[in-house]
Structures are given as structure tokens and as C-alpha cells.
């Protein structure tokens, strides 16, 4: 059952162009909504975390919009750098331990 | 400070025998989970452990899969007779609180055991 559904799968952006990574969730009682970011053969590594409270959160190129009504959430990282090239997945999380992940989007940032 | 580490990094074994996957999490760190990620997939949950207990292992696909973390710290993760379809990566993640604490969201993830059955 996917609760997280992500897209696009991968994504080719230009060295200083708008990467923009799309997340829609089901399940309403989701109360803390990051994202990460995966390089080949490393763990995710946490890279911004949002929560329904606020519409949009900001630290340094990376930006997470977050919509409730419409229960979306994108991920947007400005200037991009060929070295923002890797797997980037969406998560949502309730309570304690329930964190579900979406399939992830491969990043290709070309120089 | 030292992240969380695994151990192996890559394990190939051959349809049948038993495997056991360590995780070392962040010194200080109450929870602890394993994650599954299968190729170009995200993770899925597996368990979570509060300090050495076992809280929710519902993520588990079968009974070949047992997982403990008996003294609240290093945990083991083992397959039994392993098929093919257990080939993947699985992912160790620490975090710093327990279920009351907030920061319990932040996970911090290893860099995964690479599992290929054959």
C-alpha cells in the first residue's frame, strides 16, 4: 500500500535551473513530512523536514511547499549544482516510528 | 562524532543459509530501525526498537526475519534461509528520542548492508 506517491521518477536539470520534486500523501493523521537525500552506495541522509503547521520552509537552495488541503508537499532546490545529482525521496511520518517513503526521484544536474 | 556504521557492507549468500546484519547507531541514540530498500525503491519499514525493547515489528515480511537490540545498543538483524527475494539493501537508522520526544522523527541513517542472495 503506497501511501507516499512521488514524482517524477528522474529528473535532468540544467546547472542553475529550479529542480522541482513533487510528493502527494493519503493518510491525513501525518504530522512530519521530510525529505532526503541518497547518493550511491550511502544511507538518506536528512535534508529539510517540514511540518502541516507552516505552508513553506526555507534553508539555503532548498525549499519544501507544503499544501494540506491539498495533501501535497514538493521539494524545490534553486541554483542547482551538478553535485545535487542523487536520489532524492519524500517521506511522511506519524507518531512515533511510522515513517513511509516515496519511490524516490533520480536528480541528474548537468554542468 | 562517529554516524551510525553497518556491518557487512555487502553479503552474498547462497539461497538457504542464515544471515546476520549488524548496526551500530550513534552512542546515545534510544530508537533504532531497519529499513528494507529494494533497487530503485524507497525504504520500507521493518522494526523499531526503544532502547532494547522491540516496540513495533510489523514491517517484518516473514518469520525468517528476527531482529534484537539486547543490551539497547548495537542491534543484529537476521534472515533465515534466505530466498532470493530478500536480495536488497537494508538501512540501519538511530535516532535521539523516544516515542514522547519530537526529535524522534529525525532519523539518522547508516549506509546500508548490500544483501544478493543466489
Known amino acids: 500500500q503506497q501511501q507516499v506517491k512521488q514524482s517524477p521518477q528522474s529528473l535532468i536539470v540544467q546547472k542553475g535551473g529550479i529542480s522541482i520534486i513533487n510528493c502527494a500523501y493519503e493518510?491525513?493523521?501525518?504530522?512530519?513530512f521530510p525529505w532526503y537525500q541518497q547518493f550511491p552506495g550511502k544511507g538518506p541522509a536528512l535534508l529539510i523536514a517540514i511540518r502541516p503547521d507552516v505552508s513553506e520552509k526555507k534553508e539555503g537552495r532548498f525549499t519544501i511547499s507544503f499544501n494540506k488541503s491539498a495533501k501535497q508537499f514538493s521539494l524545490h532546490i534553486m541554483d542547482s549544482q551538478p553535485g545535487d545529482s542523487a536520489t532524492y525521496f519524500c517521506?511522511?511520518?506519524?507518531?512515533?516510528?511510522?515513517?513511509?517513503f516515496g519511490a524516490g526521484t533520480r536528480l541528474t544536474v548537468k554542468p | 562524532g562517529a554516524g551510525v556504521s553497518q556491518s557487512p557492507r555487502y553479503k552474498v549468500a547462497k539461497r538457504g543459509q542464515d544471515v546476520a546484519l549488524r548496526c551500530d547507531p550513534i552512542s546515545g541514540h534510544v530508537s533504532l530501525f531497519w529499513y528494507q530498500q529494494a533497487l530503485g525503491q524507497g525504504p520500507e519499514f521493518l522494526t523499531y526498537f526503544q532502547n532494547e525493547a522491540q516496540l513495533d515489528k510489523s514491517g517484518l515480511p516473514s518469520d525468517r526475519f528476527f531482529a534484537e537490540r539486547p543490551e539497547g545498543s548495537v542491534s543484529t538483524l537476521k534472515i533465515q534461509r534466505t530466498q532470493q527475494e530478500d536480495s536488497a539493501v537494508y538501512l540501519c537508522?538511530?535516532?535521539?528520542?523516544?516515542?514522547?520526544?519530537?526529535?524522534?522523527?529525525?532519523?539518522?541513517f547508516g549506509p546500508g548492508t548490500r544483501l544478493t542472495v543466489t
Open positions: 537508522a538511530s535516532s535521539p528520542a523516544g516515542a514522547s520526544g519530537r526529535a524522534l522523527h529525525e532519523q539518522y
Open positions: 493518510n491525513t493523521a501525518f504530522d512530519y
Open positions: 517521506a511522511a511520518s506519524m507518531g512515533n516510528n511510522d515513517m513511509r
